[in-house]
């Protein structure tokens, strides 16, 4: 079951009952997809676009209203009868129209109404922009696994940008573990999520040697789904397993051997 609550800047935003988890930021519903996923990406031209986890379409929305000449958008949702409404839910009239258009006639926009890991399995094009909006990886590991996270940075053009709020470790690491360069997306001097490209051209606040240094510790162990088919509690199982076994130091072990190393 879905209800729905006023997000702090008057934006609709949604809660999800059985997994006791928000769809959007209780902050600002639109202000979080303004921020952390359409800013960041206000410089690319031609925008092909992925949307990893539509929902009511809040990023493609916004990216519509911000980005000029946009070439295509690909958007994927599970939930297929909450994203065939996502018209109905405030939004422009100008904008509710383009997806409601697109959402029963498709011109540039094209959804996929399926696991996401499916998806990303099959699609053979290249984006220049990457939004990835999951519930949160205690929830919901199947999408914030290295496995996932690979096939999704597979299809990122090297000149362009993916973007998603999540800035814990395992993300950072599996990401970091692509060879691509990972940045922070700052609002005032709040780290609200993450920014990477294949060009670090494109990245203002890169992560920092001590917060890549971080990753090689036990909070950062990514999750794992090979073959991206394993459901949630097998994924959080595994993980918590190999910390267990892991000879990986803690994070604030690492962090106090760092501070005593600069003391002396
Ligand atoms: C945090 S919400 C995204 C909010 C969305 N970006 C918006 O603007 O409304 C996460 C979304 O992921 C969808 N989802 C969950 N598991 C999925 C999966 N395996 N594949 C695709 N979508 C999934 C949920 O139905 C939900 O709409």
């Not at 073959?227 to 076994?245: G, P």
């Amino acid at each position: 079951m879905i209800r729905t609550f006023i997000t702090g800047d008057g934006s609709l935003g949604l809660y999800n009952v059985e997994l006791d988890e928000i769809y959007h930021s209780k902050f600002g519903a639109k202000t979080e997809a303004y921020e952390k996923f359409v800013e960041p990406v206000l410089n690319i031209k031609n925008p092909r676009i992925l949307d990893i986890c539509y929902g009511i379409g809040y990023n493609t929305k916004t990216a519509i209203e911000y980005l000029n000449n946009i070439d295509f958008i690909d958007c994927i949702e599970i939930d297929e009868a909450l994203a065939k409404n996502s018209y109905k839910y405030e939004y422009s009239d100008s904008v509710n129209k383009i997806i409601e258009k697109n959402l029963k006639n498709p011109d540039f926009i094209h959804f996929y109404f399926e696991d996401a890991r499916k998806t990303v399995k099959n699609l053979n094009k290249k984006y220049n922009i990457i939004f990835h909006d999951g519930f949160a990886p205690y929830k919901q590991p199947e999408l914030w696994s290295e496995d996932f996270i690979f096939a999704v940075i597979n299809l990122l053009d090297k000149e362009g940008i993916y973007v998603t709020y999540n800035h814990s470790k395992p993300v950072l690491n599996a990401l970091n573990k692509t060879g691509i360069t990972i940045g922070k997306t700052i609002k005032n001097d709040k780290y609200i999520g993450t920014i990477a490209s294949f060009n670090s051209d494109l990245i203002k606040n890169k992560l920092s040697d001590f917060e890549i240094e971080a990753l090689n510790t036990k909070s950062a162990i990514t999750y794992k789904d090979k073959d991206l088919s394993l459901n949630s509690l097998q994924i959080l199982n595994n993980r918590k397993k190999e910390i267990e076994k892991s000879p990986l130091i803690t994070l604030s072990a690492f962090i106090k051997k760092k501070k005593s190393n600069s003391v002396i």
